[in-house]
């Protein structure tokens, strides 16, 4: 139905005025901005198109500590043939397009640096075509992850990217997420099989080519995966095919403390080598566990900790969890607290999922800001202690919390944003951690992507050459420099 207005529409083009080629900026006052909004309600309608100050603070902004630059304007479009006909009047008045998905992202990547057009993609929010024994699911980009596992219920699927947040999965897609099952299911560049794909100029295609889901595929150059991680940078993602997972048999959660940070860090890398096939294996170090036994009542040693859950059958998770006891024990790990019902594991990882917000009530008041960093697994002792050292010597608060059986750990800085010292302190200090991420072979970002504030440290972890070949690809798909500039390049 949304589609035929939207066709319908575009047949009784309003009367747009062509921008200059070669202009990069545009005017409120000459008024380019009254005929692009008006040509948006014609094909949107009233309610399709918000101009209202709160709406579009709340669509400027994410939960980073980046400041808020609201858009001009937001957009609700309702189906593929709406966005790239909202795509072709911002490219024909040259307005800067900004995808957002949920507003969870964690590095400034919906903020509108120079006004523009935010498309909302929530109104387009179906799943479609779901292959139970194919194990994928194609679905619109306002679905969140949480809503697509409920949808889910009663077919023995899930889609298991767990980034905490309910995020959506075409946000999710747009940042390369992952979180603490990556370790065992990959992150989203493993889990997607196709992506429908609005350019810039309004055009629509697919990267493996339309209604294509096979399960591996050497056709050609890997489109999927240019835009899997690309930020909202180079076209607006209206689709994603997902791969999806059988429910296992069994699920086992635990916690288990450990005298150091060597210790937790030397078992997850010894239960990787026997070939656990480990579900999650979550570190948090002393000050994060405190801040999450005082923010859920719970009572675990202040200690350097593991959180873990193994999947499969009863008799492959009594191997798995026996053959990570041993071995957990050799390194001086306590003995496991055990959760084993559903209610029981959902309050661990409650627990886990939480940190964000226990790490801020350390500070009452204060905001949170994630680093995160991934390293070469071997490196990650060694650079966890060497950046709690880092903290302490600039009285900086930052529990550390980390996808450890990727090599990925998050410092939370908790900080007054009005306290210029410290937010400089803590910029600095983000900034030697990354840094020191890259001197270790690593990256400055292994999920949160590189949004606002890692553009230089980008070109310092991919050089010259590498940086020079993205900037080509963005001025091949999106010429003009419209789609969410001022992010990643
Ligand atoms: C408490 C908390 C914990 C978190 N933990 C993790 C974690 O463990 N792992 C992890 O990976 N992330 C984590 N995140 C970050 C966040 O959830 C992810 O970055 C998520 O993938 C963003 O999805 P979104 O829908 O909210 O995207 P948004 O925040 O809306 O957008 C993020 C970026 O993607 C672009 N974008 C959004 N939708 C589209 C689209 N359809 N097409 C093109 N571009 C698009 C935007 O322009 C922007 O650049 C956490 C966040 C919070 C608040």
């Not at 200690?303 to 873990?308: D, E, M, N, V």
Request: hydrophobic share 35%; glycine share 10%; charged share 25%.
């Amino acid at each position: 139905m949304a589609c035929a207005l939207v066709r319908s529409a575009l047949r009784r083009k309003p009367p747009l005025q062509p921008a200059g080629a070669d202009r990069r900026r545009y005017s409120l006052r000459s008024g380019t901005l009254e005929r692009a909004i008006a040509a948006f309600r014609s094909v949107s309608g009233d309610e399709g198109v918000s101009l209202g100050e709160a709406v579009r603070e709340q669509h400027g902004r994410d939960e980073s500590v980046h400041k808020c630059r609201p858009p001009d304007v937001v957009v609700f479009p309702r189906c593929v043939e709406e966005v790239s006909a909202l795509a072709k009047i911002c490219h024909q008045y040259q307005l800067p397009i900004i995808p957002f998905g949920t507003g969870t992202g964690l590095e400034g990547g919906v903020g509108a640096l120079k006004g523009g057009v935010c498309f909302s993609l929530r109104n387009m929010d179906e799943v479609l075509d779901l292959h139970q024994e194919d194990f994928d699911v194609t679905v619109e980009p306002g679905v969140t992850r949480k809503a697509l596992n409920s949808y889910l219920r009663g077919t023995g699927l899930w889609f298991p990217i767990d980034p905490g947040a309910d995020a959506s999965l075409c946000g999710m897609a747009a940042t390369s997420a992952s979180g603490t099952n990556a370790v065992r299911y990959g992150t989203m560049r493993e889990n997607v099989l196709n992506l429908e794909v609005v350019l810039a100029d309004g055009s629509v295609f697919h990267t493996a080519g339309r209604g294509r889901r096979p399960r591996k595929t050497s056709a050609g150059y890997n489109l999927t995966n240019l835009f899997v991680g690309s930020e909202g940078t180079l076209g607006i993602l209206t689709k994603a095919t997902l791969r999806l997972y059988g429910i296992p048999e069994s699920m086992v959660s635990a916690v288990c403390s450990f005298p150091s940070v060597q210790a937790a860090v030397d078992s997850t890398v010894q239960i990787l080598q026997t070939g656990v096939p480990i579900a999650r294996i979550e570190f948090l170090d002393d000050v994060m566990i405190g801040a999450c036994n005082r923010f859920n009542s719970l009572s675990y040693p202040v200690t350097p900790t593991l959180f873990l859950e193994f999947h499969g059958s009863s008799k492959s998770l009594e191997e798995q969890v026996s053959i990570t006891e041993e071995i957990t024990r050799e390194n001086g790990g306590g003995d496991f607290a055990w959760a084993e019902d559903e209610e029981m594991r959902a309050r661990l990882w409650k627990a886990r999922h939480d940190a964000w917000y226990a790490a801020q009530a350390l500070r009452p008041g204060c905001k949170a800001y994630s680093t995160d960093v991934c390293v070469p697994l071997s490196c990650l002792p060694q650079i966890i202690v060497e950046t709690k050292e880092d903290l302490m010597r600039n009285h900086l608060t930052g529990p550390i919390a980390g996808h450890v059986g990727d090599g990925n750990f998050h410092c939370i800085m908790v900080l007054d944003p009005d306290d210029p010292d410290e937010v400089q302190r803590v910029h600095e200090f983000t900034e030697r951690l990354a840094r020191r991420a890259l001197a270790m072979d690593g990256t400055c970002t292994g999920e949160h992507g590189v949004g606002l504030g890692k553009r230089t440290l980008l070109r310092e972890e991919l050089g010259p050459q590498a940086m020079e070949v993205m900037q080509r690809l963005k001025a091949t798909l999106d010429p003009k420099n419209l789609m969410n500039p001022g992010k990643v390049l």
